[in-house]
């Protein structure tokens, strides 16, 4: 007799259930064919970042673990009389594994009745030191098949879980996987030719055929500081920020300064406020201080001598030297061609043309007028001229005639 035997092998994974009702929701991520037990469970609501780290038995407010329990491979969420971000996207987080090797996994729950279109999250601008590490996220609301990023040399970059860090390669995959919507890509090193605009793309066969692209601005400076912007243009009287930010971001300032172009040096922090600005003009940015890695300063009223390069300086914590970044300040010209719009160039031309048909006109009214009375001066002329050439002929006939007659008389 033979006997025979089939083994299927199920890779580890994570299942998920929905169950909704009136004044209830559950949302559930089960991993399931893994003999590892679960470490932490996480869910995070993808509208507003709020984060949840569920326990056994505990719970806040409305929300509360649900499940059989860790070692079941169940990590849930019950929520309480859920309101509409409630039920929108959320996204589990499932860490398992020993105290040697730690994994992580996790998906994506669509917890509306309706489906959500693909999109794009959140994409925020980069900055990088020249020749270190940085990473670009793009990540999206639903699991993707793919993603890839573009640089402003049109450089296509395909990223996924398998491009893992080695050697050779100068970019790797960032995230925990495509099918928990994470698009990202490490880039080292990187250089100042690859500042720019850069655009990631994402795609989704089970939402869309249509790709959903955003883009990412990475700007690459020589110096652990860099400023927001590298000119802000303003005008004269009118409130003006100016704002440098540590690299690696968020990495705290032990201190920080700034010279105006007319080389008066201050220090900063967030003691100074609008209520004691330095020199009655200057103070620190409330929303950015430096133990957030920012030297963010407000000018109240900009002057003349605010016009041209300023130097924002710190030094970063865990740092022996001073960095810097210059920032360059400028007036709006509201005589510079190149500032106006082409509706100010077309009503300029008109404007023009106008004038010109005005002036010629008025030149050519003023020339007739004059030819005019050139005309009756002549005719005027002309006629007094006649009459005394009348007068003259009546005057030459009555004197012959006098004579005449004398004559006669004479004789006789």
């Keep these: 007799m033979f006997l025979g035997f089939m083994i299927r092998y199920q890779k580890e994974q994570i299942v998920t259930s929905i169950h909704r009702g009136a004044d209830f929701q559950v949302l559930v991520c089960q991993l399931r064919y893994s003999r590892q037990t679960i470490r932490f469970c996480r869910f995070l609501r993808l509208s507003d970042q709020l984060g949840l780290n569920m326990l056994e038995g505990v719970g806040w407010g409305r929300y509360r673990y649900y499940g059989n329990g860790f070692e079941t491979g169940d990590c849930g969420l019950e929520i309480d009389d859920p309101d509409g971000v409630d039920r929108g996207l959320w996204k589990c987080v499932v860490g398992y594994g020993d105290e040697q090797i730690m994994k992580v996994s996790g998906a ?5 009745e309706e489906e959500t279109p693909l999109a794009i999250l959140r994409v925020e601008d980069v900055n990088g030191l020249n020749g270190t590490e940085v990473k670009l996220q793009c990540n999206a609301n639903k ?8 640089d402003p040399l049109g450089v296509i970059y395909s990223v996924s879980e398998v491009l893992m860090e080695d ?21 080292k090193p990187v250089t100042e030719e690859m500042a720019g605009r850069w655009s990631c793309h994402v795609g989704s066969s089970r939402v869309s055929a249509l790709e959903v692209s955003s883009y990412v601005n ?8 860099i400023g927001s912007v590298d000119t ?20 705290p300032l032990q201190y920080c300064r700034f010279i105006t172009p007319s080389g008066q040096a201050f220090s900063l922090d967030e003691s100074v406020t609008s209520e004691n600005a330095i020199l009655g003009n200057y103070y620190s940015n409330p929303n950015h ?26 030094k970063i914590a865990g740092h022996t030297m001073e960095q810097y970044a210059a920032i360059g300040v400028s007036t709006e010209s509201a005589g510079n061609p190149a500032d106006l719009s082409t509706a100010s160039i077309v009503g300029m031309a008109l404007g023009g043309a106008v004038i010109l048909v005005g ?12 030819v005019r009375k050139q005309v009756i001066a002549v005719n005027h002329e002309i006629e007094l001229q006649e009459r005394a050439q009348q007068r003259v002929s009546i005057a030459s006939g009555t004197s012959s005639s006098s004579k005449g007659s004398d004559n006669q008389l004479r004789t006789t």
């Design 232 to 251: 802000v243009r303003t005008s004269l009287e009118a409130a003006m920020l100016l704002e440098c930010a540590s690299i690696p971001k968020n990495t």
């Design 289 to 314: 201080n430096p133990k957030k890695g920012f030297c963010s300063l407000v000018v109240r009223s900009v002057s003349s001598a605010d016009i041209g390069q300023w130097i924002c300086a710190g």
């Design 218 to 225: 990475v700007r690459v400076s020589t110096s652990q500081i």
């Design 167 to 187: 050697e050779e390669g100068s970019y790797w995959y960032d995230g925990i996987s495509l099918a928990m919507g994470d698009c990202g890509i490490r880039l």
């Design 108 to 112: 994506i729950l669509d917890g509306g």
């Design 143 to 150: 699991p993707l098949d793919y993603c890839w990023f573009k």
């Design 359 to 370: 002036a010629v006109g008025l030149g050519y009214y003023n020339y007739w007028r004059r």
